[in-house]
């Protein structure tokens, strides 16, 4: 494949920024299904998958999770046109069959509840960046935070799921320019990086 051209990189990468509010242009539930079909396509180990979504768009359910989170936080889960909750499913193993269907991997997670924990935790979270990229990618921005109460998060979503439980949430919609700081320093290749 060719290398994206700079406006892409721009978008994605380059200009692309975690914003604090957005505009009161609306999110489509066709625009959340699209964010879904591409972020589905990036790799997981052995295609597990784990990451669970819920799409906060009513405002009940952003006040649910509004709830859950810091004041400040509180206020841009509320005012946002979507909050998205990222959640991991320890429990991806039972879908293995289906989704990584060529040899048994159920059985290298089966009975091993630590290495469950700790692939859905580093799946999701590569989940969760493709979300980012995503939303990217069509056009939209996202908020992704910390600041927030995981097991009261738990709670109010994935009560009936116990196996699931909260990674981080993000905030999507566009972004209002007016809602971001100055970009902080990304410092060079050399400070954190070696070629061995």
Not at 109 to 135: C, P, T, V
Not at 148 to 169: C, E, H, L, M, P
Request: one cysteine or more.
């Amino acid at each position: 494949m060719p290398p994206l051209d700079d406006a892409a990189l721009d978008q994605l990468f380059r200009k692309g920024r975690t914003y604090n509010g957005f505009t009161d242009e609306p999110v489509s539930e066709a625009e959340l299904h699209a964010i879904w079909d591409l972020m589905k396509m990036g790799p997981t180990s052995a295609n597990q998958l784990p990451a669970r979504l819920v799409w906060c768009v009513s405002d009940a359910a952003k006040e649910k999770l509004a709830a859950c989170a810091s004041a400040n936080n509180a206020d841009k889960i509320r005012k946002a046109p979507v909050s998205v909750v990222i959640g991991m499913d320890t429990n991806f193993h039972e879908y293995l069959p289906e989704l990584f269907p060529h040899t048994d991997a159920k059985s290298w997670f089966d009975g091993n509840a630590e290495l469950r924990e700790a692939s859905a935790f580093r799946n999701s979270s590569l989940q969760g960046g493709y979300f980012i990229l995503a939303a990217r990618a069509l056009g939209l921005d996202t908020g992704p935070m910390s600041g927030f109460d995981a097991g009261a998060v738990d709670k109010a979503f994935f009560a009936d799921q116990q196996s699931v439980r909260t990674n981080f949430i993000s905030t999507l919609g566009h972004g209002d320019p007016t809602t971001i700081f100055d970009r902080s320093p990304r410092p060079a290749f050399e400070k954190f990086n070696r070629i061995a």
